[in-house]
Every structure is written in structure tokens, then in C-alpha cells.
């Protein structure tokens, strides 16, 4: 017991920069609370002392505002931070290393008993403020739940999951859209890879816009081959002045665009 208090305490000190003190930690942390009573009542729960385990479910509730049932398996060194709002439902898994913030639902949407309705989050995951993630299905190890984001679906180990619903955004996809687009001299509003969904969006336009530009080129290639083939020219009376035969792509017209 002493041993899982202490490495709470000091994954909390690790990963809060307005933790000061061991003693702070211990008197002053809810999410430290809220796991201390979870893991009275999972051993309430696993020895089918269902009420006794129920009832320090709901006290640790009515102290803390997380609410975990006893049935969840909560691993070691995972932090709740701030935790108001926190839901964690019976058939959850947290995985070691996981940090979670307020107002986060680890939720089913299975109405039978007996089965699997709540997420697994595997290690190291990090679940943002107000984030929903609904079902049975696994959140990879070291995935990243972004605020707000409504998850319905499995995260890949890794990957990032924002939005509603949430869409998933692959690292490796990423850093080959990003040295595409630093190829073509363009980064949109300035940022990189791994910042918000609005610039993701932009990033997916940036692939769209250099396909187009390679396939209108290759296509007035093939228009004035053609021309030549019937006319015996240069084809060149088929083919307006502002053809694009060749590929150029603008980075700073774009960039106007979308300032």
C-alpha cells in the first residue's frame, strides 16, 4: 500500500510544476484521494463486498467529484489531475502511467451486463480535459486524447485522437506531409506537424493542392502530344497561353490564401 502511495506522489511531483511538496501532494490532491479510496474499494469489489465497496465508491464522489466504480482497474502511477468531473466506468482499464484531466468520461455504450462497455487505455496515454472516450475498444500505449475529443473508436499506439467525432492523426502520415510541404517552401500559418486540427486540415490541403498541380501538368502534356499526333504541328493552337504543362507550385499565393 505504502509503496503505490509513494509512487503516486512522485509520478504527481513529476508531472505537476505546481506540486512543491510531498506533504502538498498528500493533503491537498484529489485525484491522489479519489485513488487511494479506488483501491479499498476494487479490493471491496474483487472479495464480492459489493456494497461496502459501492459505498466507498460514493464517498470518495461526494470528497474528491471523481467518481471511479469499483470494478475499473486503475494501474500504477496514474495521475487524475485537478479531477472534477472525472468518470470512470466499471469495465474500464487504465494502464500504468496514464495521466487524466477534469471532466473526463471513460464511458460505455452497451447496455448489457456482462460484457465489456468501457475503454482500455493503455500505458502511458494522456487523456485531455472534458475528453469523452465511449465504448469497449483499447487507446494504444502512449496515444494522446485531445480536449473536448469525442472517441467512439480504437486509437492506434501513438497516435493522437482530436475532434468530434475524434479523428485520428498517424505520426508517420504526419512527418511525410510535413517534408512535402517544406519542400514546396510552405508551412501553414507557420506551425508544424504536430500543432492544432485547424492546421492538420490545412496540411491536407496542402497534399490536395500538389496532386492537382502533378496531374493538370501531366494532362496538358498529354492534350498537346495529342494535338501534335492529328494536326502534324506544335499543337500549341489547342492549348490556352495559361496552360499549365508543367508543374510550379506557388508557396506564396497560398500563403495569401490563408492568411
Not at 466499471?90 to 473526463?104: F, K, L
Not at 493542392?209 to 495529342?226: D, G, P, R, T, V
Amino acid at each position: 500500500m505504502f509503496q503505490h502511495l509513494r509512487e503516486d506522489i512522485a509520478c504527481i511531483l513529476e508531472r505537476d510544476p505546481a506540486a512543491r511538496s510531498s506533504w502538498e501532494v498528500l493533503s491537498c490532491y484529489p485525484g491522489l484521494h479519489a485513488l487511494v479510496l479506488h483501491r479499498r474499494a476494487h479490493w471491496c469489489w474483487k472479495h464480492k463486498l459489493y456494497w461496502m465497496a459501492r459505498f466507498i465508491s460514493h464517498l470518495s464522489r461526494f470528497l474528491t467529484g471523481i467518481e471511479i466504480h469499483p470494478g475499473a482497474v486503475i494501474g500504477r502511477r496514474v495521475f487524475i489531475d485537478h479531477g472534477m468531473g472525472v468518470v470512470i466506468g466499471e469495465t474500464a482499464e487504465v494502464g500504468d502511467g496514464c495521466t487524466i484531466y477534469q471532466g473526463v468520461t471513460l464511458g460505455g455504450t452497451s447496455l448489457y451486463k456482462g460484457v465489456k462497455r468501457h475503454p482500455t487505455l493503455g500505458k502511458n496515454v494522456i487523456v485531455g480535459a472534458n475528453a469523452q472516450v465511449l465504448g469497449g475498444f483499447t487507446v494504444g500505449d502512449g496515444a494522446r486524447v485531445g480536449s473536448n475529443a469525442v472517441v467512439v473508436k480504437e486509437v492506434p499506439p501513438g497516435a493522437t485522437a482530436v475532434g468530434n467525432p475524434a479523428r485520428i492523426l498517424n505520426k508517420e502520415a504526419d512527418a511525410a506531409r510535413e517534408q512535402a510541404a517544406a519542400r514546396m517552401g510552405f508551412s501553414a500559418y507557420g506551425v508544424t506537424q504536430s500543432d492544432d486540427p485547424v492546421s492538420q486540415a490545412i496540411k491536407g490541403l496542402v497534399d490536395n493542392a500538389s496532386s492537382q498541380e502533378h496531374q493538370i501538368a501531366l494532362l496538358w502534356q498529354a492534350i498537346e502530344k495529342l494535338a501534335r499526333g492529328e494536326r502534324g504541328g506544335n499543337g500549341r493552337d489547342c492549348v490556352p497561353g495559361d496552360a499549365h504543362t508543367t508543374e510550379h507550385f506557388d508557396a506564396d499565393r497560398l500563403n495569401q490564401l490563408v492568411k
